[in-house]
């Protein structure tokens, strides 16, 4: 069992009731008036059992940030970007976090749940798989992980990615203290042989093209994937051609088989730093990213 440190611990105290931030998301949504996507339609997997920091037990999408569920300040920030439609798969908590998302209106942006029963427990791109029916006009779709708080205006950036040229585009942080931090602090205490559980990197080639991307990245590496990613159908295409090989694979394998065709893409967003919430278990970088993920 990991040993959290005494700003993790102080954290975790806070979790039961909901953690107070410095700043909001609604702000953003408030004070921010957005472009029309591109992309109009998303997909949040939300069927992994994401245990929450405190007790393991409870999915982390329920965890209250300012009272409210991490996936509820998700799906409003969705909302405020002009999203007509997200598609949810549930699984582990399915009813729980199917009903915090029905207590809030969410104005025409329309919500569809997919339950994946017993499947959701072979796995996140079973998960993903699970939501293909969903979108068959193979229209492009944004994913976005069900345990992360974005700024809208990032999730607005992405929601705009033209796609024309490449099958994905990543959104990343390469904020050089963000490296450093899960370089040093984060990795030193949870990674070994540059093998980590919780943390995606990337590695990039030319002009923002994705050269490596995953969890087992060996040296250094250029940032940090953050969670959203905007793709065509392609993502379901690649990821049932590696579940033929296998019953198990994760979406950085299907993003590190489009990155080796050339095909994916990056969206770097280091400069805003708006939110001020990032739950680690070993720490967190000291800045405030417009993004965050409950580790």
């Known amino acids: 069992m990991a040993v959290l440190d005494e700003p993790s611990k102080k954290l975790q105290g806070h979790i039961a009731s909901g953690i107070p931030r410095t700043s909001s998301w609604k702000d953003d949504i408030h004070v921010n008036s957005f472009p029309p996507p591109r992309i109009r339609q998303a997909l949040v997997p939300a069927a992994s059992r994401l245990t929450s920091p405190d007790d393991f037990a409870n999915p982390k999408q329920l965890l209250r940030i300012d009272g409210t569920p991490v996936i509820t300040h998700l799906l409003n920030s969705l909302c405020a970007i002009g999203m007509e439609r997200v598609v ?19 104005g025409a942006m329309r919500i569809d749940f997919v339950w994946c029963e017993n499947s959701w427990k072979r796995g996140h791109a079973s998960n ?31 929601a705009c990615s033209d796609l024309t040229h490449c099958d994905a585009v990543v959104a990343i942080d390469n904020a050089a203290e963000t490296v450093r931090w899960a370089t040093h602090d ?12 919780s943390l995606t990197k990337v590695k990039l080639g030319e002009k923002g093209q994705v050269a490596q991307i995953g969890t087992k990245i060996l040296g250094t590496f250029d940032a940090l994937e953050i969670g959203a990613y905007a793709s065509t159908t392609a993502v379901f295409d690649t990821l049932s051609e590696l579940l033929q090989d296998s019953s198990y694979c994760t979406l950085a394998d299907a993003m590190t088989k489009i990155a080796r065709r050339g095909r994916l893409q990056s969206l770097v967003r280091a400069a805003v730093r708006t939110a001020s919430f990032c739950r680690t278990r070993s720490g967190r970088p000291k800045h405030a990213p417009s993004w965050a993920r409950l580790l």
């Not at 976090?97 to 969410?106: G, I, M, P, Q």
């Open 88 to 106: 949810i798969t549930l699984g582990h908590a399915a009813t729980s976090v199917a009903d915090a998302v029905r207590a809030e209106d969410f």
């Open 128 to 158: 993903i798989m699970a939501a293909r029916s969903m979108f068959p006009n193979r229209e492009p779709l944004l994913l976005v992980m069900s345990d992360s708080l974005f700024c809208p205006s990032l999730l607005s950036q992405i």
């Open 186 to 197: 984060h990795c030193a205490a949870f990674c070994k042989n540059g093998h980590c559980n």
